[in-house]
């Protein structure tokens, strides 16, 4: 007979080894302004595997901790004050795996409502939980920063990436103009999304921008690749426009987007479960995307290699090797 107290979850003893340990622990419980959720699927996103091997101080919790940002699941209790949410509500939410917050590779999380949002009803739980952390990326950068209107000209650079594809498709819905750079079968995938590749492997920042542009240089740029990519991007900015990136951790040369008047913005999709900050922003935002999903405007894009908690490694290596088809989930509760 399970015990009704405690759960199944995948602990991270060390970011030596940076394997999960497969064990149970305490069921959490809901307080204040709390919903417990029972998780059905973990997105896993780049910042999974770097927080598992070490790689990301500004996010990791002391350990032992249970790992996993995103998740979708259905709400099995609600804490004291919360009044949005009912027991058996479906929800989606990036939730936990940083600090102090408990993550999603386990049964049950105890999480702050206001980072919640039903989840859309035309989704699977697998679905759903590919969406919270590239979604809210890339509404940050485009809409919240740049303020994306219609008529611009939006190139993203990685288009047929995790966060890369939730931009096109946010950019698209706010009426504009949208290319996307690409590396082979990416161009595919951005196509299909309804943008133009780029194919950057054949064609120079200069003529991109003089094809596209007219040589004016595109009104928002997102970079959701850092390095030389985002020193591209200050190349390929119109005069005074908006250049949003949400890899911007390298040394970089201000120079030539300063002299084109531009704006950077760097995105930290992570600050509001780090700080407590703007937390009801997110649902806020979640809630709104929950409507454009529902209406058919933005889709979710999920590898269709299954993995569970058993194979959890697996998806982590999948994402870190780079093979994954756009988003990759694990199956907590089949």
């Excluded at 064990?23 to 204040?32: E, H, V």
């Amino acid at each position: 007979m399970t015990n009704t107290s405690t759960m199944r979850a995948l602990i991270l003893d060390d970011y030596e080894t940076a394997q999960f340990r497969s064990t149970r622990i305490d069921k959490p419980i809901a307080g204040p302004g709390e919903v417990l959720v029972r998780i059905q699927a973990s997105g896993v996103n780049p910042i999974d595997y770097k927080i598992r091997t070490g790689q990301a101080p500004y996010a990791m919790p002391e350990l032992p901790a249970v790992l996993g940002t995103d998740l979708a699941g259905v709400v099995e209790a609600m804490g004291e004050g919360v009044t949005d949410f009912a027991v058996g509500d479906e929800v989606y939410g990036l939730t936990g795996g940083v600090r102090g917050l408990q993550g999603s590779l386990a049964e049950f999380a105890a999480v702050d409502a206001r980072l919640l949002a039903p989840k859309p009803k035309n989704l699977s739980m697998r679905e759903a939980a590919a969406l919270p952390l590239v979604a809210l990326t890339a509404w940050e950068g485009l809409a919240d920063c740049a303020k994306v209107r219609a008529g611009q000209k939006v190139l993203v650079q990685g288009g047929a990436g995790g966060v890369g594809h939730l931009v096109v498709q946010l950019a698209l819905v706010h009426g504009a103009e949208v290319y996307a750079t690409v590396r082979g079968k990416g161009a595919e995938t951005v196509r299909l999304l309804g943008a133009t590749p780029i194919d950057i492997t054949t064609t120079s920042v200069s003529d991109y921008v003089a094809e596209h542009t007219g040589g004016k240089g595109f009104d928002i740029i997102y970079d959701t690749i850092g390095g030389s990519a985002l020193d591209s991007a200050f190349e390929a900015i119109a005069h005074y426009g908006h250049i949003a990136s949400c890899a911007a951790f390298g040394e970089h040369s201000l120079a030539t987007g300063s002299l084109r008047c531009s704006i950077l913005s760097g995105i930290f999709v992570l600050l509001p479960m780090l700080t407590g900050e703007r937390r009801a922003h997110h649902g806020e935002v979640l809630r709104k995307l929950t409507k454009l999903v529902e209406a058919g405007r933005v889709a979710a894009i999920v590898d269709a290699r299954r993995f569970n908690l058993e194979s959890a490694m697996a998806a982590h290596a999948l994402v870190e090797q780079g093979g994954a088809q756009v988003k990759v989930v694990i199956d907590v509760e089949a």
